[in-house]
Structures are given as structure tokens and as C-alpha cells.
């Protein structure tokens, strides 16, 4: 069997939930190429050895530019924070390599059409981190919505909201950065609402903003590296550094098919752990979802007869529901790291059959131009079309 030889930039997170994909994808899904763990790259010696040892890599290195040289890597992954993904992924291209890389796809519109750019001229296959899409739940919503269930859609509400962040005494971590993260919120949690929306409803047109940093200074990270060489993070109370992205966002939408939409991400919800959800209301029902119960899908139809209308509860683990059929029998939950072995499956059957994965670098592009608009009506205090950018 053809083997896909794999390298991947990026150890922490992300690097291990898509290890976590990759080791466990021949189990559940009935490949056509075999992926090969080949190396893992990371800055800190100690930290991607450990990694490498622990999630299963033949090899470590800290150059990411050794390992796109390396003519015997076919797929280069991109698990890095925002403002690394354009020269890796332009590099990756270049070299000849397929790329997948984490949402956001970059942190600027320009940086994004650009890698778009380079992937096209290499004529290589290109993929977007966006797993939500691979939630059984979600891939419902878009068969409902696709069978005309719903009928004329008339409002998207998305919201995605943790906690993690509500503590003044957390410190500046990476994601808290403009120089790395790009945005807060916006582009961390909000991108997935968009491209959910994307996925589901259609094309955004314009859009209008507000966000607030509610806490403005924090004090400064101090890494560990732990026994097992992972980094810890902890915070030096001594010293303040300003934060530099927003806390929360929230933006009112416009779709090209005349649907309203609300989108709302912060980071300042207690309670709220992962709250990545969204309800679509539409001529002939609605529907319903949210994350932290992600096997689980609400869905309200008005054709039903009076005395039996409401929402229904469907535990979305049967066999007829694409993305849980390979997993367990009915009612069997999963969770989380099973969107990434879906969307890893998606990733190597389309390079197996020589067509592009879906969501492409061009989904990437769409996602970041909504990201971009809202940067601007925030800044300008108006409604921005996405056809100005
Ligand atoms: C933010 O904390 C985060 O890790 C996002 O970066 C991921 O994309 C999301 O799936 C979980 O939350």
C-alpha cells in the first residue's frame, strides 16, 4: 500500500490531537495509503523527544526547515501558532509537499492568499484544521438542512465561549499575543463558528463588530520544562505584560442568501468549557447544537402534527450518520480527539484519489477574509462588505 510519510511541525495541543489521528485512523476507517509517523519537529529538544517518544513519531528534530527539505516526507502538518503557518506552508509547497495546517489558516488575509497561492502553483493537496466539521451532529445539521428540513433559512446564531482566561492572574500566554495569535477569540474560536456557518448556511457578505480586552495586563509566562520535557507554564506575578488581544468578540452578519447571522466568542464565560455552539431557524424548523454535548443534536420540524411538536433529542450514533459509523455501536459516544482521526481520514483518501480535501486552503481563504472584515468594522465602527477586502 502506498505509504503517505508524514512531518509534523508543532508538539503541543494541536500536535497531539492529530497524533492522536493519525495512530488511530487504520483502526476505525478502511485506508487506501498508510500514514507514516515519520518526524516530529518542535523548538525545545527535550519537549518534542518526549513527544516523539510518547505519541508515537520515528523521529524528533527542532530545524522545521530540515524536515521540509527531507525527500522522503510526502505531507507536511502545520501545528504551529498563527504567525508560522504562511512560510512553513509556503515552504512545504514549494518543496512539493501536501500541506495541512491548523485554523486559523493565517494571521492576515494577505498571508492566507498567499499560501493559497503557493499550494495552487505546487499542484499539491491542501487542508484546513477545521474538525468540527467531521462532529456526526454537525454532518446531520448539513444533511437536514441539505434535504430542505428546514426550509428557507432565516438565522444563524453561533457562539463559541470558554473560561480559561477569566482569572487576572493567568499569565500572557501565546494565544494572549498579537504578535503570534493574530486575534484573541476571533480568530482562535470564532474562525470555527464561521467556517461552521460557511458549511452549513452559505457566503457571508458584510459584517459588523465589537470587541473588549477586559483584562489588559497580565503577568508574564514563565515555561517549565517538565520531568517528562512537555513545557508547563506559569505565571511571574512580579511583572505585568499588556495584553494585546481582545477578550471577546461578537459580530452581526449578513449572508449572500439573505440569512441574518449572530456570532458571539469570549473567553470570559464562566462555566462555559469548550461552548462551541450554534442554532439555525429556518421557514420549516430549527436546529440546535453545542459541544460540550456534541453526540447530540436538537432538531424542531414544523411538519410534524400539532400535538407531537418539539424539539427532538437526537443521540446521533447510528449507523446511518456519517462520521460515527466507523466508531462504536449506537449510543456509544465520542468525543473530541475522533473528530481529528474523521478529518484525518478525509485528508488521506482524497491524496489517496488524487482530488482536494475538503476544508481546502480556499475554505481557509473564506474564513479569513470574514476575520479580516471584522478587524475592520471594529477599527472603522461600520458595516464592511467582504467584496472591499
Ligand atoms: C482554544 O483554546 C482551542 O484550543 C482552539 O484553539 C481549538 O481550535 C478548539 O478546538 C479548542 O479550543
Not at 495584553?243 to 449572500?256: C, G, H, S
Not at 466568542?265 to 450554534?278: L, V
Not at 449510543?331 to 473528530?339: A, L, Q, W
Not at 484525518?344 to 470574514?370: H, T, W
Request: charged share 30%; net charge negative; with cysteine.
Amino acid at each position: 500500500m502506498k505509504e503517505i510519510r508524514i512531518g509534523m511541525i508543532g508538539y503541543s495541543f494541536m500536535g497531539k490531537a492529530h497524533s492522536f489521528g493519525y495512530k488511530n485512523v487504520g483502526m476505525f476507517y478502511d485506508l487506501k495509503v498508510k500514514p507514516v509517523m515519520k518526524v516530529i519537529c518542535g523548538r525545545k529538544l527535550e519537549g518534542v523527544k518526549a513527544a516523539a517518544e510518547r505519541y508515537g513519531w520515528e523521529e524528533y528534530e527542532t530545524d522545521w526547515r530540515k524536515v521540509i527539505e527531507r525527500d522522503d516526507i510526502d505531507l507536511i502538518d502545520i501545528c504551529t501558532p498563527g504567525h508560522l503557518h504562511a512560510e512553513m506552508a509556503i515552504a512545504a509547497a514549494e518543496a512539493g509537499k501536501h500541506v495541512f495546517c491548523e485554523k486559523p489558516l493565517a494571521n492576515s488575509l494577505e498571508d492566507a492568499k498567499r499560501m493559497l497561492e503557493a499550494v495552487q502553483k505546487a499542484g499539491v493537496k491542501h487542508m484546513v484544521g477545521f474538525n468540527y466539521r467531521t462532529v456526526p451532529a454537525i454532518a446531520l445539521a448539513k444533511r437536514l438542512i441539505e434535504e430542505g428540513r428546514l426550509g428557507e433559512i432565516y438565522h444563524f446564531r453561533g457562539v463559541y465561549l470558554q473560561d480559561w482566561i477569566v482569572d487576572p492572574d493567568f499569565p500572557l500566554v501565546w494565544r494572549l499575543d498579537a504578535k503570534i495569535a493574530g486575534t484573541g477569540p476571533l480568530g482562535d474560536l470564532a474562525a470555527h463558528t464561521i467556517d461552521i456557518a460557511h458549511y452549513l448556511i452559505g457566503e457571508i457578505e458584510e459584517v459588523v463588530a465589537q470587541e473588549k480586552t477586559f483584562i489588559k495586563e497580565r503577568p508574564a509566562l514563565v515555561e517549565k520544562v517538565k520531568g517528562t520535557g512537555l513545557v508547563e507554564v506559569e505565571a511571574d506575578k512580579s511583572r505585568k505584560v499588556p495584553v494585546t488581544v481582545e477578550d471577546a468578540t461578537m459580530f452581526l452578519a449578513r449572508f449572500k442568501n439573505g440569512a441574518l447571522g449572530v456570532f458571539e466568542a469570549s473567553r470570559m464565560c464562566p462555566g462555559r468549557k469548550n461552548f462551541n455552539g450554534f442554532e439555525i431557524n429556518g421557514s420549516k424548523g430549527s436546529i440546535a447544537f453545542n459541544f460540550e454535548d456534541m453526540n447530540i443534536l436538537w432538531f424542531f420540524s414544523r411538519d410534524d402534527e400539532g400535538h407531537i411538536q418539539g424539539f427532538r433529542r437526537i443521540l446521533v450514533t447510528e449507523p446511518e450518520h456519517k462520521y460515527f459509523n466507523v466508531w462504536w455501536p449506537a449510543g456509544h459516544i465520542i468525543g473530541y480527539g475522533e473528530t481529528f482521526v474523521n478529518e484525518i481520514y478525509n485528508l488521506l483518501d482524497a491524496i489517496a484519489e488524487d482530488r482536494m480535501p475538503e476544508p481546502s486552503f480556499e475554505d481557509g481563504v473564506k474564513c479569513q477574509k470574514v476575520l479580516e472584515a471584522v478587524v475592520k468594522s471594529v477599527k472603522e465602527r461600520r458595516w464592511v462588505r467582504l467584496d472591499e477586502l
